[in-house]
């Protein structure tokens, strides 16, 4: 189960160089795929080398194995550069985009024409005769979908309007046209976007007659203003941020006709506001997934084309909060609603009211669904015997409830399906990168590959379940360490920590960096406490209203436990982490600084009050009916307490986790007289793609690390 081709790097490189050339080693990894339901192609994304950050749109026939160029940018842009717009440079970063070229595509229901955007331009590709061309638009435009029939493609424009263009090139013309500034039409919006998962904001119907259109008004919306330090003749950026407890952008949903009907979808948007999932398949009426604010509340509803109302077909109520899950709700052939709820111990696949998996299988995602059974990913449920941390398993999932039967376990797994045929992923723990294959049934057909480069290092982690929790950790050590030469090593402990991201994952890549830091001479240690994914909806759920104790006591307790085992020195312990685990490496040395002695905090969130309102609500509830919790979980306060070295990294361009979190609390660190380190990174945002950045950030981090702790 191998790829064809894995460069290497060049001769001059080291890992933070590689690593930031290669933007972390996924630059030239085949990607997004689909397959046509004849299983005539397969069709993704990969550039040409792992040096080049370019994606083409590739198919690859399933009978032979042969590739090819659907469509390439470079011969498209008639060998320019891209020329992206604000709306466009947002959209990627809300979905952490990092490579060019074409970056997503959308198919017809046969799967035979592709369209997709590039530098704010419409283009198609014949995936059946070949060649690519461009359709007419009214640019720049963002996020195209092509019609099931092949037919139209519906583009919203950066201006706000949603339009729609044949693709035979004989017009386009507007569906709907923004009434103000600040509204949008058939663009997720910003919350929806960097929380919830749902990146689109149109749906077409079955019969390609028909849109379902989200539009958003930001006027209720707060505005924040981005500025440049570096460049002070640079306007301001204006955000439009819903920061805990203030307005979001209003958001409701229309069917719009292609032949300028236009009707509103009505539900019970005060008590419901969050319009959180949308699935319109042929096996169904449209079917709606709407949250209340608290996300302790959700409706499931299908609308009636014809007036626009809609009926409830289930209510799900939670103390803490209701998870949104990948693929569903969703309409399974025989009209059943297929969704994923949580039980006791794990989380369940349900299709209508049977319960069609047990205890053994927490689910995670379903990926697809066809007459028979659905195609899902899961870890061990508390039920399962086996409960080796960082493992997850893809199964099928029969529909008739005769019970699920695995057909893949592994790390950072997918799939698609076409009809009979497949394409399969995943990471190696032995050997870097990902395979990629093309399967019918059990047969391989075909490998996909992957123009990734080789790293210049080798990871070994070993993995445990830590301490009486039972946390799932993993350690790395330096190459060739020997503990009776080298004794007890100083410990760096590397992690995320909180909700949506696990980090010990039986994969080669995952710890690439945590053993780059590992070879300067640490044992580096990482834990998914409670509140991280894959375990329980109780283990999630443990940190409702409580981000500080119950992520901080599990990096404490997986610690504390290991050093029984391996060459840990307590006595000498930092940590590092970006975004939460920044946070958490804050609120390390500020809270225990008996058992951490330094830490590098990276994007941290200081004050959960300047966080967005679907993140942080979710956790830690409305800042205004519990301000007593987003004090006990920000760090501001706690600026007195410091007495171990701390530095603090952050992006000046940074949307997302504003600028002001490291600002605030470093002002109030200097206030009580505190010494700590600031390092502002002026252009940069949430995700540091720069290769200088991101290079000298590695070294900058161990070099403070190395002197903090006296090495």
């Known amino acids: 189960m191998t790829n064809d ?46 040096g080049d950050r370019a994606n083409l749109l590739w198919t690859l026939d399933p009978a032979t194995g042969a590739e090819s160029v659907a469509a390439d940018p470079a011969a498209l842009l008639g060998g320019g550069e891209e020329d992206l717009s604000p709306a466009e440079r947002a959209r990627r970063e809300r ?67 949603l339009r729609l263009t044949a693709v035979d090139g004989s017009g386009d013309r507007a569906l709907a046209e923004p009434e103000a500034a600040g509204v949008t039409w058939g663009q997720a919006e910003f919350i929806a976007q960097e929380e919830m998962d749902r990146d689109r904001g149109h749906w077409w119907s079955p019969d390609s007659g028909v849109l379902l259109v989200a539009r958003a008004d930001e006027a209720p919306v ?80 299908s609308v009636d084309l014809a007036t626009g109302a809609t009926s409830e077909l289930l209510a799900e109520r939670d103390d803490a909060w209701l998870e949104l899950f990948h693929g569903v709700p969703a309409w399974s052939p025989d009209g059943r609603l297929v969704r994923i709820s949580d039980e006791p111990g794990h989380r369940a696949l349900f299709a209508g009211e049977v319960r069609l998996t047990d205890d053994s299988l927490h689910l995670q995602a379903v990926l697809a669904i066809d007459a028979e059974e659905a195609l899902c990913l899961a870890s061990a449920g508390e039920g399962a015997e086996d409960q080796t941390p960082g493992l997850q398993g893809l199964y099928a999932v029969p529909l008739d409830g005769s019970g699920p039967r695995q057909l893949h376990r592994g790390a950072v797994l997918d799939a698609v399906r076409g009809g009979e045929v497949a394409v399969l992923s995943g990471a190696h723990l032995d050997r870097p990168g990902q395979w990629t294959e ?15 480069e080789t790293p210049v290092l080798t990871t070994r982690p070993e993995f445990r379940l830590a301490g009486a929790r039972r946390i799932p950790a993993a350690v790395v050590l330096p190459s060739g360490y020997d503990r009776e ?59 409702a209203f409580d981000f500080a104790g119950a992520t901080l006591d599990d990096q404490v307790e997986a610690l504390r436990s290991l050093a029984e085992e391996f060459p840990l020195d307590l006595g000498r312990v930092a940590i590092r982490g970006w975004s939460y685990g920044g946070y958490l490496s804050a609120l390390a040395v500020l809270r225990r600084p008996d058992v951490f002695h330094a830490a590098v905090a990276g994007a941290p969130v200081t004050d959960w009050r300047l966080y967005d309102t679907h993140y942080t609500e979710r956790y830690l509830g ?32 940074d949307d997302n986790v504003v600028a002001a979190h490291t600002l605030r609390l470093s002002s109030a660190l200097l206030a009580a007289g505190r010494p700590h380190t600031v390092l502002p990174l002026s252009g940069v945002t949430h995700m540091t793609p720069q290769e200088q950045v991101a290079e000298n950030l590695l070294l900058l981090q161990v070099a403070f690390l190395r002197q903090s702790l006296g090495l």
């Open 5 to 50: 081709v894995h460069p290497a790097g060049t001769a001059a490189d080291s890992f933070p160089r590689q690593y930031a050339r290669t933007q972390r080693y996924t630059v030239g990894r085949p990607r997004s795929f689909a397959v046509a339901p004849d299983d005539a192609r397969v069709v993704f994304l990969r550039s040409r080398s792992g």
């Open 222 to 301: 707060q505005r924040w203003w981005i500025a440049d330090p570096a460049n002070p003749a640079t306007v301001p950026t204006e955000v439009a941020y819903p920061a805990a407890g203030t307005p979001n952008a209003e958001v409701t949903l229309w069917l719009l006709g292609l032949d300028g009907s236009r009707t509103e979808v009505v539900w019970d948007r005060a008590a419901h506001p969050y319009l959180a999932r949308v699935h319109w398949s042929a096996d169904g009426p449209p079917l709606l997934l709407v949250q209340a604010r608290d996300q302790r509340s959700q409706l499931l509803l």
């Open 438 to 452: 093309v399967r019918r049934g059990e047969q391989r057909l075909a490998v996909v590959t992957s123009y990734a």
């Open 485 to 543: 030469r080298d004794g007890l090593l100083p410990v760096l402990m590397d992690p995320y920590g909180g909700p949506g991201a696990a980090r010990v994952v039986q994969a080669h890549n995952a710890f690439l960096t945590s053993q780059w830091f590992a070879d300067q001479g640490f044992a580096v240690v990482v834990a998914d406490g409670r509140g991280t994914p894959g375990r329980s909806p109780a283990w999630e759920k443990a940190i």
């Open 95 to 161: 979905s952490r985009e990092s490579s060019a070229g074409i970056v997503g595509y959308t198919l017809d229901a046969a799967g035979e024409c592709a369209a997709f955007a590039l530098s704010g331009r419409l283009f198609a590709a014949d995936l059946v005769a070949g060649g690519a061309r461009e359709l007419p638009a009214a640019g720049p435009l963002l996020d195209p979908r092509l019609s099931p029939d092949g037919r139209w493609v519906a583009y919203p424009t950066t201006a706000g309007a």
């Open 622 to 653: 409305h800042p205004g009916e519990r301000p007593e919790v987003y004090d006990a979980n920000s760090l501001i306060a706690d600026a007195p307490k410091l007495e171990r070295p701390l530095m603090i990294v952050h992006g000046l361009a």
